[in-house]
């Protein structure tokens, strides 16, 4: 009895396809902003710290702050997310993993 042939692609995860469209380190990047951004959305709220105000604490405009409130904007530094959560009295923990 002849064997059918198995998809090369059952059983690989969504990682290891990203990787091989080339497309894995731009959706890593997206989704890390899209959880940052939601994370000092919540610190905000909860010390009542509007836009124009964190713009203030941060000596930065509001335009500013509007990016790195935008998950779809990846480009935020890390010195402007460092005085974000310093703003907030919060800090920030980055970490590689394997």
């Not at 080339?22 to 509007?50: D, P, Y």
């Not at 941060?58 to 779809?72: C, E, G, N, Y």
Request: hydrophobic fraction near 45%; aromatic fraction near 4%.
């Amino acid at each position: 009895m002849a064997r059918k042939k198995t998809n090369p692609h059952v059983g690989s995860d969504f990682e290891y396809f990203l990787a091989e469209d080339g497309r894995l380190e731009a959706s890593t990047a997206h989704a890390v902003k899209r959880v940052l951004a939601w994370q000092l959305e919540q610190a905000m709220k909860e010390a009542g710290v509007s836009q124009a105000e964190l713009a203030r604490r941060m000596k930065t405009s509001r335009a500013v702050i509007h990016r790195l409130l935008d998950a779809t904007d990846p480009s935020v530094t890390l010195s402007t997310i460092s005085k974000a959560a310093a703003a907030l009295g919060r800090s920030v923990r980055l970490q590689l993993a394997a």
